[in-house]
């Protein structure tokens, strides 16, 4: 809490609430003490006032329509002038005593009466609060604020013609008992003269030519709310060859480290994440999400088991206003997983979780069958339904950090992997950010993850699954690294489906297609044990083998990035962390 100290004699302190606001940033509401030592009043102000917004206008210009959108979107505190006349008069809700008793208080006070209104209503509030004033009425209202609040005040007026107006007024929801007629609410002087407040408006709107979306658009973008520039807070993750490159192991890692973690993708791709006594496996929430308190999002481009969802909420203790899963994320019905059973699964090793199939289904819309379902339309999920757009307009505006963690790898790309031996969707870091509704100038590190030996997943028919460089046994591996080879069968096993895993030879011109696609700024090395078993006990990047350290040297080489992350096993503390971020 910032206090600082104004002082004067006995004799001189004024008894009026209001003082003048002497800082450019902040607003005071003051408290007078007695110093009984220095025989002196001291003012000791608070900083409590982040902004105070006034707005102003005629009867139907679509104030209250504005202050509701501000209350709800941005939970700013409001007072309402109506209901101060009510309290302060004994005032029936009629329009025409309201005017009235309005007019009486501001004779009665010079217009001071919403200031010292709103002063009291503030210091109540705690710190750095906004209030919304709905609304003021005369120019000696605005001066008083502005004499209280100083320039964290900002004034907006509404204003329309006369014929929308008077249209406005017949058709609204009567919170009062109204006039019958618009030229009857003008009648009042003081309605009457409510357009030069325009005058000396901050801001001036007409309403006729703006929706009620557009008019909150411009207000918070005149206040600042969605922030002054586009600010690069969002690193991404993504996979650089056939996925289970050990994202989750990474995207855990960095968790704490950021304020919003956001996944894409469906529940075909399965994160698993180091805890004791027993690894987790994350298909649809984000892998950080029991590693920190971030807030978490699912995304419009999400594909969802609501099964799978709802037992990982309740396996992570998800709370209400921690995650928000955006409205228009698809639903998978148990038609899509049997149509991808009969379908896909033989065919190119399809996990047969559904997302193909419902991806296709929201690409058909309304010639789906069945119908498309989204999140909105699952009263399971309402609770944590919200647009996400405005999650991240937040996180953005005030340079929250975000991580976006992609899912499955650049291999598997429907748009730049090895046709049909794809999955169902794009993603390379483009594709992701795609689906998270997020712009590629947010973008501040793209981490692309890469393992030491390529994996992909074994057709459980015998089918393929698409072409592997270098295909190799475990017991090639195995001999190689030293490790022994049950424990790698038993290790690699797909984290969705747990059929085994096919493995190759380290495809380098794999590689350099995932770096052109995605241009990371790092790369996180994964399995490095797996070229020799001593890199489980490395700490530093100094104790890696020779080889392990040549082999991240042509790595950079190849990818013209750094090798920022390295994991020497699945433990904990298995990270080399690299980074100069």
């Known amino acids: 809490m910032s206090i600082g100290w104004w002082m004067c004699s006995a004799g001189a302190v004024e008894t009026r609430s209001i003082i003048r606001c002497r800082s450019r940033t902040e607003s005071f509401i003051p408290e007078v003490i007695f110093n009984e030592t220095r025989k002196q009043f001291v003012f000791r102000r608070y900083t409590v006032v982040n902004r105070v917004i006034l707005l102003s206008g005629p009867v139907a210009s679509g104030k209250t329509t504005l202050s509701d959108a501000l209350v709800n979107r941005y939970r700013f505190n409001r007072l309402k002038t109506r209901d101060l006349i009510h309290a302060m008069a004994g005032t029936a809700a009629e329009r025409g005593a309201l005017q009235e008793a309005g007019e009486r208080l501001d004779r009665e006070t010079g217009g001071l009466w919403v200031a010292e209104a709103l002063t009291r209503s503030v210091s109540q509030l705690g710190e750095n609060v906004t209030v919304v004033v709905d609304a003021v009425r005369i120019e000696a209202q605005v001066n008083a604020i502005r004499r209280a609040f100083g320039l964290r005040t900002t004034h907006v007026h509404l204003t329309a013609c006369d014929g929308i107006l008077a249209q406005r007024y017949r058709d609204r929801n009567r919170a009062v008992k109204e006039f019958t007629s618009y030229d009857e609410v003008r009648g009042n002087a003081t309605e009457s003269g409510i357009e030069k407040l325009k005058d000396i408006a901050d801001f001036v709107i007409d309403t006729a030519r703006s929706s009620p979306e557009d008019v909150?658009?411009?207000?918070?973008?005149?206040?600042?709310?969605?922030?002054?520039?586009?600010?690069?807070?969002?690193?991404v993750l993504v996979g650089g060859q056939y996925g289970s490159e050990g994202k989750g192991h990474i995207a855990s890692y960095l968790a704490p480290e950021y304020d919003l973690l956001v996944r894409v993708g469906g529940p075909n791709a399965g994160h698993t994440v180091y805890e004791e006594?027993?690894?987790?496996?994350?298909?649809?929430?984000?892998?950080?999400?029991?590693?920190?308190e971030a807030k978490l999002v699912l995304g419009p481009g999400a594909t969802l088991d609501v099964d799978t969802l709802r037992k990982e909420i309740a396996d992570c203790k998800v709370s209400q206003g921690r995650l928000f899963i955006d409205p228009q994320a698809m639903i998978i019905e148990a038609a899509d997983i049997a149509f991808e059973a009969e379908k896909l699964t033989g065919s190119i090793g399809s996990t047969g979780r559904g997302v193909g199939a419902?991806?296709?289904?929201?690409?058909?819309?309304?010639?789906?069958?069945?119908?498309?379902?989204?999140?909105?339309?699952?009263?399971?999920?309402?609770?944590?339904?919200?647009p996400t757009r405005e999650i991240l307009d937040d996180a953005f505006s005030s340079a929250s950090r975000i991580l976006l963690e992609g899912t499955q790898g650049t291999g598997l790309s429907l748009h730049h992997g090895q046709y049909p031996f794809v999955t169902s969707r794009d993603t390379t870091v483009s594709g992701c950010l795609a689906e998270a509704g997020i712009a590629p100038s947010r973008v501040r590190r793209t981490v692309m993850v890469c393992r030491t030996y390529p994996i992909r997943v074994q057709n459980p028919i015998g089918g393929t699954s698409g072409t592997l460089t270098g295909e190799l046994e475990w017991d090639e591996i195995a001999r190689r690294s030293g490790i022994d080879a049950d424990e790698l069968r038993k290790a690699e096993k797909t984290s969705t489906t747990k059929r085994n895993r096919r493995v190759g030879e380290f495809d380098w011109a794999l590689l350099r297609r995932a770096a052109s696609l995605n241009g990371p700024t790092d790369v996180a090395l994964t399995f490095v044990d797996y070229i020799d078993i001593k890199n489980k006990d490395a700490h530093h990047f100094e104790q890696l083998t020779p080889e392990t350290i040549r082999f991240i040297d042509e790595v950079e080489r190849v990818t013209s990035a750094p090798v920022s992350l390295i994991t020497t096993r699945f433990h904990l503390r298995s990270i080399i962390d690299r980074r100069r971020w």
């Open 216 to 235: 909150f658009v411009r207000v918070a973008s005149h206040l600042g709310l969605y922030g002054r520039g586009v600010e690069q807070v969002v690193d």
């Open 277 to 292: 006594p027993k690894p987790y496996t994350f298909h649809l929430l984000p892998s950080g999400t029991r590693r920190c």
């Open 358 to 386: 419902a991806t296709s289904r929201k690409v058909l819309r309304t010639a789906a069958a069945p119908p498309v379902r989204r999140a909105l339309d699952v009263p399971e999920l309402a609770p944590y339904v919200w």
